[in-house]
């Protein structure tokens, strides 16, 4: 087998019934799987699919031509959110310092997971989205909601905050919300924002808000173009 100049590391985050393979260096290449064999196939499967996320920014991603590339370093017992279905756990290598480069490459990915969010959105804008076995899954106006007060609560959990109305037009509640979370990750890297909030409750380090705001704005714009084709 052909093996992959740079070797790309990867955590695994264990569940009881679904297990989360995470690129470190590559914030929203992230995939589940019932085990960790299927969770590491998973995300060698959609290395084309986080390219083309991130062909507008020049951080010079090459999707490996061989599993063999990705290189699991650490694996950690998920909880019941991995079960879920989220990847829910902080790394210990997650609240050391960030530096200025790390900032700006993060300050690369987020938009281009935006932009690949409102792209999947505004292609299947019109079409009714394919339902599951079972006839589950949200409309596009529910996921596109669901998506925008996410990003909000993820914001809290950062140690921002932005108010919003149903009576906002999506867009324009995108673009305040995606703009104060730029914002507070600047300042959450500075050491601008207290580690706890006002009630002693711990906020998220700004390496692991990152990590699942870009996964969980990849997962569902990959989920609206599967839908919608």
Do not use: N
């Amino acid at each position: 087998m052909a093996q992959d100049a740079k070797p790309i590391e990867v955590y695994l985050e264990i569940g009881q019934t679904r297990t989360f393979a995470v690129a470190l260096d590559w914030p929203g290449w992230c995939r589940s799987g019932r085990d960790e064999a299927s969770a590491l196939q998973a995300l060698y499967d959609y290395r084309s699919r986080y390219a083309r996320a991130l062909e507008t920014t020049q951080l010079g991603f090459r999707p490996p031509s061989d599993p063999s590339a990705l290189v699991v370093v650490e694996r950690l017992t998920g909880d019941a959110t991995t079960d879920f279905g989220a990847p829910s756990l902080i790394l210990s290598r997650d609240t050391a310092p960030v530096d200025p480069t790390e900032l700006q490459w993060w300050q690369a990915v987020l938009p281009a997971c935006w932009q690949a969010f409102d792209a999947a959105v505004q292609a299947a804008t019109g079409q009714s989205l394919k339902k599951g076995p079972r006839g589950g899954g949200r409309e596009l106006a529910k996921i596109v909601q669901h998506v925008r007060d996410v990003d909000a609560a993820y914001l809290r959990s950062l140690g921002g905050r932005v108010k919003l109305s149903d009576a906002d037009e999506p867009g324009e509640a995108f673009a305040r919300v995606r703009e104060a979370i730029l914002t507070t990750l600047g300042a959450a890297v500075r050491g601008e924002v207290p580690a706890h909030g006002p009630r002693g409750g711990v906020r998220w380090p700004p390496r692991y808000f990152v990590r699942r705001l870009a996964w969980h704005q990849l997962d569902h714009a990959w989920e609206i173009e599967d839908r919608a084709g």
